[in-house]
């Protein structure tokens, strides 16, 4: 009995480890979700919103698996007048019987440097792991040694990061769960949340009057392992966006966007294919992106608007 809680205990860990943090194609318009130096770097308050379902239409075959699910929900906003920026991100993992949410704000201080501007930014929260034993299936029904219904725990989550800022590139490197936080989930044993670690990178060419081109890439660790992934998005009169990128050993995708009502709401669709590793029983991930900005906040007093009809 006590062999087959280790076994259930092991697929969920696996589960969790393999996929440790929510996966999205949309990267380098979530940069905050990486990188807490972003915080304000865009210098305007942006209200963002991603959903992802990787794997579309996946069932298991044994009980209640599943393709993953995920969503993040961010804000920053510029601090200009103390050279800062704040933020906070909301992420949702669902992965069949077990879910990962976490809550965090990032402060990011925006250092100039020459025409360049360079972030330093810390974040803090709390990551919540779930699983709901009552959706999976024991072997001997009724073993003491087993977890029943919904388990969920808490704890800290710290993470800092560095962004480098310029019209024509960017360049970051962060690192999440420095602290690595441990959860039993009502187990005498412990799974540890491992530090993540992200390098990204963009440059911005123009090719014409109206198109640019941008080559971007993402790598990601655990400090053990990595996968990468590289492309480029085409921005046709800084409107419209094309674009396409492969991730090592996994998948190539394409993105198709626009950005609206003057730049300040954008709109985006990624869909995933997979094109290495073993054959996937559903072959597409889909990813829909929202994301609306504002004037960056103001401080001290209203400017005076001289006119000849007015006297001072």
């Given at each position: 009995?006590?062999?087959?809680?280790?076994?259930?205990?092991?697929?969920?860990?696996?589960?969790a480890?393999a996929q440790?943090?929510?996966?999205f194609?949309h990267?380098?318009?979530?940069?905050?979700?990486?990188?807490?130096?972003?915080a304000?770097s865009?210098?305007?308050t942006?209200?963002?919103?991603i959903?992802r379902?990787q794997?579309?239409g996946?069932?298991?075959?044994?009980?209640?698996?599943g393709?993953?699910?995920?969503?993040?929900?961010?804000?920053n906003?510029?601090?200009?007048?103390?050279?800062s920026?704040?933020?906070?991100?909301?992420?949702?993992?669902k992965?069949?019987?077990?879910?990962q949410?976490d809550?965090k704000?990032?402060?990011?201080y925006?250092?100039?440097?020459g025409?360049?501007?360079?972030g330093i930014g810390?974040?803090?929260?709390?990551f919540?792991r779930?699983?709901?034993y009552?959706?999976l299936?024991a072997?001997?029904?009724?073993?003491?040694l087993?977890?029943?219904g919904?388990?969920?725990?808490?704890?800290?989550?710290?993470?800092?990061?560095l962004y480098?800022?310029n019209?024509?590139?960017?360049?970051?490197?962060?690192m999440?769960?420095?602290n690595?936080?441990?959860?039993?989930?009502?187990?005498?044993?412990?799974?540890t949340l491992?530090r993540?670690?992200?390098?990204?990178?963009?440059?911005?060419?123009?090719?014409?009057?109206?198109?640019d081109?941008?080559?971007?890439?993402?790598?990601k660790?655990?400090?053990n392992?990595?996968?990468?992934e590289?492309g480029?998005i085409?921005?046709?009169d800084?409107?419209?966006?094309?674009?396409?990128?492969?991730?090592?050993?996994?998948a190539?995708s394409?993105l198709?966007?626009a950005?609206?009502?003057?730049?300040?709401l954008?709109?985006?669709?990624?869909?995933?294919?997979?094109?290495?590793?073993?054959n996937a029983k559903s072959?597409?991930s889909?990813?829909?992106?929202?994301s609306?900005?504002?004037a960056?906040l103001?401080?001290?007093?209203?400017?005076?608007v001289?006119?000849?009809?007015?006297?001072?």
């Open positions: 009995m006590r062999k087959i809680y280790y076994i259930i205990l092991l697929v969920v860990s696996f589960g480890n440790q943090d929510a996966q194609t990267y380098i318009y979530n940069q905050l979700f990486l990188n807490p130096a972003t304000g865009e210098n305007v942006r209200f963002q919103a959903y379902t794997y579309l996946y069932q298991s075959t044994f009980d209640d698996g393709a993953p699910v995920s969503q993040v929900i961010s804000a906003v510029p601090l200009k007048m103390i050279k920026g704040v933020g906070l991100t909301f992420v949702n993992d992965i069949g019987a077990s879910t949410r809550f704000l990032s402060y990011a925006q250092m100039p440097i025409g360049s501007q360079l810390v974040s803090g929260g709390f919540n779930g699983i709901d009552s959706r299936r072997r001997d029904e009724g073993d003491p087993l977890a029943t919904r388990v969920s725990q808490s704890a800290v989550d710290l993470g800092a990061g480098l800022n019209p024509s590139y960017t360049l970051g490197l962060s999440n769960h420095i690595e936080p441990k959860f039993g989930l009502g187990t005498a044993a412990n799974n491992k993540s670690a992200y390098l990204t990178g963009s440059v911005l060419i123009g090719v014409s009057y109206t198109v081109v941008s080559p971007m890439f993402i790598i660790s655990d400090l392992s990595f996968s990468a590289a480029a085409a921005t046709y800084g409107r419209y966006w094309l674009g396409a990128s492969y991730r090592t050993g996994d190539g394409a198709i966007g950005n609206l009502m003057d730049g300040s954008r709109v985006g669709y990624a869909i995933d294919v997979i094109v290495g590793g073993k072959a597409t889909h990813e829909l992106l929202l609306y900005s504002l960056a103001r401080a001290g007093k209203k400017s005076i001289r006119t000849p009809r007015y006297r001072y």
